[in-house]
Nanobody, 125 residues
Framework: QVQLVESGGGLVQGGDSLRLSCAVS????????MGWFRQAPGKEREFVAV???????YYDDSVKGRFTVSRDNAKKTAYLQMNSLKPEDTAIYYC???????????????????WGQGTQVTVSS
């Protein structure tokens, strides 16, 4: 069984930065795609970014240039560095682990098998 624990959320002002971490226990971390999603009140869960097991990286257009996703296989941890935060970034952020064929970019929640409990990020204006 794979378990994911997010940390690093909080309340910040617009323009500030936060770094989220996702610590993974269980099976071989390096075999998994590590994705980040977020869900704002009253909205669907949406894709933010993914760092694949081959280290290819993809972002949603809304965060491109502001967020940076990374992973440390030795520490079994994924990270989401969030800069220039905006009030519209306010949401619960989830990390997720999954395995997909390499030709499919895992942007959908259904592409992931395991999820963390989420961490709240609130950005005030």
């Amino acid at each position: 069984q794979v378990q994911l624990v997010e940390s690093g959320g909080g309340l910040v002002q617009g323009g500030d930065s936060l770094r989220l971490s996702c610590a993974v226990s269980g099976r071989t971390f390096s075999n998994y795609e590590m994705g980040w999603f977020r869900q704002a009140p009253g909205k669907e869960r949406e894709f933010v970014a993914v760092v694949r097991r081959n280290n290819h990286i993809y972002y949603d257009d809304s965060v491109k240039g502001r967020f940076t996703v990374s992973r440390d296989n030795a520490k079994k941890t994924a990270y989401l560095q969030m800069n220039s935060l905006k009030p519209e970034d306010t949401a619960i952020y989830y990390c997720a682990a999954g395995r997909t064929i390499i030709t499919v970019i895992p942007r959908a929640a259904k592409d992931y098998e395991y999820w963390g409990q989420g961490t709240q990020v609130t950005v005030s204006s």
